[in-house]
């Protein structure tokens, strides 16, 4: 499976022109209906939807088809209707034009005050003949499919550069755990030799040059206390057992952003572990060496669904 990125952009557009049954008829305004949907990273599915008042009844079928495709991520679905006409206004054709003169006339006969249509009555109600036969319903659906589908790819494609930033960024890590791995023994025999050397030169001040068996066994306990308060031998395994597992998890994929997430948090916890243990210069670089690339890991994780 793929690794997905929950940031992501698609958009779809469908252009409808319809023409009246009747052979007198021009060419009636043409609608584009088009559909917008964008993504950001969100910790759950956050949908929201902006539609025309004309579609918003079609919002629980948009939300069920997006729930179906997307798990994480706050999306939002936008869409707008424009209508276009070869000329400046819609043109009435002759047929409701028969038939608004002879309902005009009804009316007369019942109310002979009532004003007579205007010439943007007619306008207005020519528009609203025009696009009663559009049947949103067979088109927005498919359409928002596509958008849907091409929203996927773009996710898919974010989330391919985020793994293979994530892999770089273990391949790093991995190669500056191996640099900490000789550090600690070297830091351990070079302790405990100053240790001796400092307990050597007390004692020579003190009794002449000889070193009695307590002080040396007191210096060589001092050595190994030090030893087990330096050695990151244990947080270098767990830190390597968390690269091998977030691997793993990317070259699996699917949705593994909340577990990508926790993992992070756990090397960053070994990252900061070393560095209090540190005894030497070299492992307090390597640790935070170490963190900056944790960092920029997280920073990446946040978008992973």
Known sequence: MSVYSMTGYASAQHNTAQSHPDSESRALPSKQLGIEIRSVNSRFLDLSFKLPEELRQYEPVLRELVIGSIKRGKVEVRAALETSTSNSVAEPTPRLL??????????????????????????????????????????????????????????EREGARLADMLLDRIGQLRTLAAQAT???????????????????????LAE?????????????????????????????????????EIERLIKKGGELGKRLDFLIQELHREANTMGSKSAALELTHISVDMKVLIEQMREQVQNIE
Not at 116 to 142: M, Y
Not at 189 to 195: C, G, I, P, S, V
Not at 224 to 244: G, K, P, Q, W
């Open 182 to 204: 000789p550090l600690v023994p070297q830091l351990v025999a070079q302790q405990r030799q100053r240790f001796m050397d400092r307990w050597k030169e007390a004692m020579a």
């Open 98 to 155: 028969q038939r608004l003169n002879a309902v005009q006339d009804s009316i007369k006969a019942w109310l002979p005050e009532a004003s007579p249509l205007s010439v943007a009555d007619v306008i207005r109600l020519s528009s609203n003949e025009q696009g009663t036969t559009i049947d949103w319903k067979d088109i927005i659906l498919p359409l928002a499919g596509v958008a849907v589908k091409e929203l996927i790819s773009a996710r």
């Open 208 to 244: 002449g040059t000889a070193l009695p068996e307590a002080a040396q066994d007191r210096a060589l306990a001092e050595a190994t206390a030090f030893a087990i308060r330096i050695d990151v031998a244990e947080e270098i395994t767990r830190l390597d057992s968390h690269l091998d």
